[in-house]
């Protein structure tokens, strides 16, 4: 497994798709999964320290976590079949709760847990951009030019 961080959201055009945007701590392979735009909102509220008057449902996740007594550990992202990114919640006592990467992201980011992706899910959807020098932003703005949801069969549904 290699720990991951958030780059962020962006947003592919035409299609006006969300697709969130994982980077290994240690390496130089990005990690994007299409997602939906509520977990795009939830992620981006939460990266930009916005607090909402209610709570959201991902804030309302991490204060049932905490109430009940449990404490989330770690974000995996296990899997990727057909197409369809797998993730697991990790509590304590390696109690595992299977969810979309895209809720486990945005709840990680709330309770600040790290986040892992697992070499094989690497291997397959993970990408090394080139030129280093490059802002990430801008690099991720050329690979959004030249690919498509398409290329990667990859959606986190």
């Known amino acids: 497994m290699s720990e991951m961080r958030v780059i962020g959201i962006r947003v592919e055009q035409p299609q006006n798709q969300p697709v ?3 980077r290994e701590a240690d390496g130089e392979r990005y990690l994007p999964i299409w ?7 939830a992620i ?9 008057v ?6 309302l996740v991490k204060i049932l976590i905490a109430d009940l007594g449990h404490t989330l550990e770690e974000v995996h992202i296990v899997d990727l079949k057909e197409g369809t990114f797998y993730a697991d919640l990790v509590f304590e006592n390696e109690v595992r709760i299977s969810a979309r990467p895209s809720d486990s ?11 892992y992706a697992a070499e094989s899910v690497l291997e397959e959807a993970g990408l090394v951009m080139p030129d280093e020098r490059e802002d990430e932003v801008e690099k991720f703005k050329e690979f959004l030019e030249s690919v498509s949801p398409d290329d990667f069969k990859a959606t986190d549904s």
């Open 105 to 115: 992201v945005a709840i990680a980011l709330r309770v600040g847990c790290p986040i």
């Open 35 to 41: 997602i939906g735009q509520a977990e795009a909102t």
């Open 44 to 52: 981006v509220l939460e990266q930009e320290g916005v607090t909402p």
């Open 54 to 59: 209610r709570p959201l449902t991902h804030d």
């Open 20 to 22: 969130l945007l994982l």
